[in-house]
């Protein structure tokens, strides 16, 4: 029993199969925007991540740097209590000017190295602070993403499985058409931002909005299933009378 595609003619099919391939690029890039997103909240968490570990690494090294200084400082020190003792001890003029003399030079020493741990104490103090802040964003993004990933990555599925089943009809309606006409609609489709079947309407391309030449008009009117092609942006035409016409 024939069917109602069956009694289409290709201007139909094409018009029909355009308003199928626009609902699917708009669900397709529905999901690409989706999946983007979601994407785009897992690799925010994993750079603030890397971020957070970055920081931690700094603040351990200069951690480091000051548990090495303050030993250094430890044992200067030690060094120069001892060389203070011994100076009690000695008699000698020439031995008290060379334990003065190391004493000076540990205690310079021990000026560039607190100079130094200074410097390393608040550099450690502004890594903290700026290790809680970026401690505290990925705990506050990945609260927010759990949900937004969860929530987008389902609307993606269902908009895949909407493409899935409407995937049928487009087929059948592509399989009554010739490879030819077919393929020349996918080109103006794809090149066309899905826009490739358009009316012509008073004179009119509605695609490119230039006027039709009258011979073209005219046999577009009498001759409605005959596929022809706006010579302007070379869009498909077609002509349906207006209402009351």
């Known amino acids: ?18 308003e199928v391939d626009r609902r ?8 690409a925007l989706l999946v983007s997103e979601a994407d785009g909240y897992e690799l925010e968490i994993v750079r603030r991540r890397q971020l957070v570990a970055t920081l931690t690494g700094e603040r351990d090294s200069l951690e480091q740097r000051r548990a090495t200084m303050d030993r250094q400082l430890d044992i200067s020190g030690g060094k120069i209590r001892d060389n203070r003792m011994r100076m009690n001890r000695v008699r000698n003029s020439t031995e008290l000017l060379a334990l003065q003399r190391e004493i000076d ?9 607190e100079d130094e741990l200074l410097r390393v104490m608040e550099a450690i103090e502004t890594l903290t602070a700026q290790l809680g802040e970026a401690e505290a964003a990925v705990h506050e993004l990945e609260a927010q ?14 908009l895949r499985q909407e493409v899935e089943s409407e995937r049928g009809a487009r087929d059948s309606l592509a399989a009554g058409m010739s490879a030819s006409l077919r393929s020349k609609y996918e080109q103006l489709f794809e090149r066309r931002g899905g826009s490739a079947v358009v ?3 008073s004179g009119i391309c509605t695609g ?3 006027h039709i030449p009258p011979q073209l008009y005219n046999e577009l ?24 016409q």
């Open 1 to 18: 029993m024939p069917t109602v595609e069956d009694a289409m003619t290709d201007i139909d099919r094409l018009a029909a199969l355009q």
């Open 24 to 31: 699917l690029k708009e669900r397709r890039d529905r999901m």
């Open 105 to 113: 030079l540990s205690k310079e020493a021990n000026a560039l190295v």
């Open 145 to 158: 993403a759990d949900a937004a990933v969860a929530q987008r990555r389902a609307e993606a599925e269902s």
């Open 199 to 201: 009316a012509a309407r």
């Open 208 to 210: 490119c909005r230039m």
């Open 221 to 244: 009117q009498k001759h409605r299933d005959v596929v022809r092609q706006c010579p302007n942006c070379h869009r498909i035409l077609f002509w349906r009378p207006e209402p009351g």
